[in-house]
């Protein structure tokens, strides 16, 4: 089995920063790309990051450079430092990946449980 924990959620104030952690464990082989996204209230799911394995990151138009995604394959953990955080941020973040097991040597994409991410005005 392969599990993906978030941390690092929580309350700030606006123009106060975040860094979010995604943890990955289990029969893990390798982590292929990484991705962090978020939902606010009443609204789709969105991609916030993504970042491949060689280090290649996108990012949504949304966050305006505000956002860093970054990676430590030697830990299987995924990051996203969130800095200048505006109203508009507030959402549960989600971490997603792309998992090559150990035990069954094929890709598959995983979903951690979600953070709560609050900016206040």
């Known amino acids: 089995q392969v599990q993906l924990v978030e941390s690092g959620g929580g309350l700030v104030q606006a123009g106060g920063s975040l860094r979010l952690s995604c943890a990955a464990s289990g029969s893990i082989f390798r982590l292929s790309a990484m991705g962090w996204y978020r939902q606010a209230p009443g609204k789709q799911r969105e991609l916030v990051a993504h ?4 280090g290649s990151t996108n990012y949504a138009d949304s966050v305006n450079g505000r956002f860093a995604i ?6 299987n953990t995924g990051y996203l430092q969130m800095n ?3 109203p508009e941020d507030t959402a549960v973040y989600y971490c997603n990946a792309d998992v090559v097991r150990s ?6 994409n995983y979903w951690g ?3 709560q991410v609050t900016v206040s005005s």
């Open 51 to 54: 970042i491949t394995r060689d």
């Open 70 to 75: 970054s990676r430590d394959n030697a830990k």
């Open 84 to 86: 200048s955080l505006k």
């Open 103 to 108: 035990d069954y040597y094929t890709s598959r």
């Open 113 to 115: 449980q979600g953070t």
